[in-house]
Each structure stands twice: as C-alpha cells, then as structure tokens.
C-alpha cells in the first residue's frame, strides 16, 4: 500500500497544477495580507475607542445576548464564556490582541479554508477521473494489484495534499502577519467552562484550522466519490464547488424542518461550536461527527462499489 501511495503522490506533483495551487494559495495569503496594511496605511483612523470601551460594549451586548430564553446549550455557552472573558480584561486591564497582528491572524487563519478546500475539490474531482481521460486506466486497472488498493491510496494521497495545503496556510499566514503587522501586544484569554485562564494563540489557531478541516475532508471526499461514478474532472469538480458555495444556503431554507439535521451542510462547519453561530438549534458536536462520518461511509462505499465493478475496457 505504501509503494501506491508513494507512486500516487509522485504522480500528484508531476502535475503542474499541483504545485501552482501550492504558490497559488502562498500567493492570496501574502498578497491579502500587503493589501490590508496598504490601505490601513492609506485610510485615517476613524476608531478613537479604547479597548476598554471596545470591551465594554462586547460585555453588554454578551449580557443582553443571554437574555435570550431561546439559545441553545451551545450558543449559551459560547455567550456565557465571551462574558466572562471581557469581565476578566476589564478587572485586570488585560488587552485583546490588535486585529491587524501576527496572533490574531494565526487564530483567524481558518477563515481562508475555503481557498484549501477549493483546491482540494479539485484533485480529488480528477484524480481517478483524469485516468479515463488521459485513457491510462486501463493500464492502471490490468495491474495485479487489488482495485481497492488503487483506489485507497489515491485517496490517501488526495488527503495527504489537502493536508499540506492547511498546513502552509497556516505557516504563510502567520508569516505574512508578521511581515506585515508585526507581533504585537495584548493577551489571548479563554474559558475552560468554569473560569478564565491564558491560552496560546497557536493552539487556538490550530485548533480552528483542525475543526475547519472536517469541511474540507467531506467535501473533498465528496467529489472523490463523484469523479469516480461519473469518470468526469468537469462534472465532479463542477456540482462539487457550486454545492460547496451554495449548500449552506439551503440550511436556512430547511431551518424550519426536522431534516436540516442531518443534511450535510449543516454539520461541515465545525466552527461553529466555538464562535457562537449556530444556524440550527439542538445540535451537538457529538451529532456532526456522526453524522458527517455516516456521510463518509456512504460516499466511499458508492466509490468502491462503482470503482470495483468498473469495466476495463469502459
């Protein structure tokens, strides 16, 4: 399995787009970040607000927020903990980070995730597909290797990128963030469910990136799945990126029905457990993991099935 997998992703980087996604996603992160501080630089600071005044109207809003009887556990534990975490900056004068600084971008890094699973859509769509196309499949499937094997270690390796590029996106933007905006000042605080307590921004940024990556691994696995039924790059990669831009719209269409809670877009953002936006009440993240791990199974099981019955000569 090892020598597939090392044969797949020799493959992968013997693509040209392969590497151009790589620059390509290094690239936004650095030219993003150069455009934030030119116009920061250009634009007159409007914000005479202290921090403590900042902070202040995030604790009554916070407050006026619980108020609330109809919140979630979640949303009223997130709405609980951001109040008591403004309470403990203003009674010990501790400062949030700046917005525009190196560890407020690596905590935020997440929110470029989209850009990783665009990319990853992509491989993934043409990586069994592209074997019909360039007719190489034939080749590949007359091998005395068991079709599962195949088809597992293309995956591995479709995983393996998307891996790599949360990986650099997470580095670059904190390269750019310094490069840019500098350290900075200021204390990231969290609460741990009973009290507040200093994190690291590292961590925080890592865990956001991991919890953001279970979007990129369904909807990657997604259009594996559909670049092996179809043999198609176009239609995979196609109904892959416009379900990825469109499918959460349709959790506020379905907001008022029982099913919401189990269609797929409502779980791939994990999020959204630890930032307070919650679209459908009654959901836990025990739920979404299960729920996005039963999606999985049916996706590859219809990807084995089909791969393992396909014709050689189709």
């Given at each position: ?102 560890q407020q971008g690596v905590i935020e890094s997440h929110v470029m995730m989209s850009i990783v699973t665009l990319f990853t859509v992509i ?22 290797v068991k079709r599962w094997k195949i088809l597992t270690s293309k995956y591995i390796t479709t995983m393996l990128y998307a891996l790599l ?125 299960i729920v996005l791990f039963v999606y999985f199974l049916i996706f590859m099981a219809i990807s084995y099935l089909t791969f393992g019955k ?5």
């Amino acid at each position: 399995m090892l020598k597939l997998i090392q044969n797949e992703w020799m493959k992968l980087w013997s693509r040209k787009a392969s590497w151009i996604m790589v620059f390509l996603l290094a690239f936004v992160l650095l030219g993003t970040a150069g455009i934030t501080k030119w116009v920061n630089s250009t634009m007159e600071s409007v914000n005479t607000e202290s921090w403590q005044e900042v902070e202040t109207n995030e604790l009554a809003y916070n407050r006026s927020m619980l108020e609330n009887p109809e919140l979630s556990d979640a949303q009223r534990e997130y709405f609980e903990g951001e109040a008591a975490i403004s309470e403990h900056r203003l009674e010990n004068d501790l400062p949030p980070y700046e917005y525009n600084t190196m560890q407020q971008g690596v905590i935020e890094s997440h929110v470029m995730m989209s850009i990783v699973t665009l990319f990853t859509v992509i491989i993934a769509g043409g990586i069994v597909a592209g074997e019909f196309s360039q007719g190489t499949i034939k080749m590949l499937l007359t091998r005395p290797v068991k079709r599962w094997k195949i088809l597992t270690s293309k995956y591995i390796t479709t995983m393996l990128y998307a891996l790599l590029l949360a990986v650099v996106l997470f580095v670059v933007t904190a390269l750019a963030g310094l490069i840019f905006f500098g350290i900075g000042e200021g204390t990231f605080l969290v609460w741990n469910g009973s009290e507040v307590v200093e994190g690291s921004f590292w961590l925080e940024g890592l865990k956001m990136i991991a919890l953001s990556f279970a979007s990129v691994w369904i909807i990657g696995t997604f259009a594996f799945m559909l670049g092996t039924v179809f043999r198609s790059s176009s239609l995979s990669i196609g109904l892959s990126i416009f379900l990825m831009f469109t499918g959460i719209q349709a959790v506020f269409l379905l907001a008022n029905y029982e099913i919401v809670k189990y269609y797929l877009f409502t779980h791939t953002d994990l999020t959204q457990y630890y930032t307070g936006f919650m679209p459908v009440e009654d959901i836990t993240m025990s739920m979404s993991v299960i729920v996005l791990f039963v999606y999985f199974l049916i996706f590859m099981a219809i990807s084995y099935l089909t791969f393992g019955k396909r014709d050689v000569t189709a």
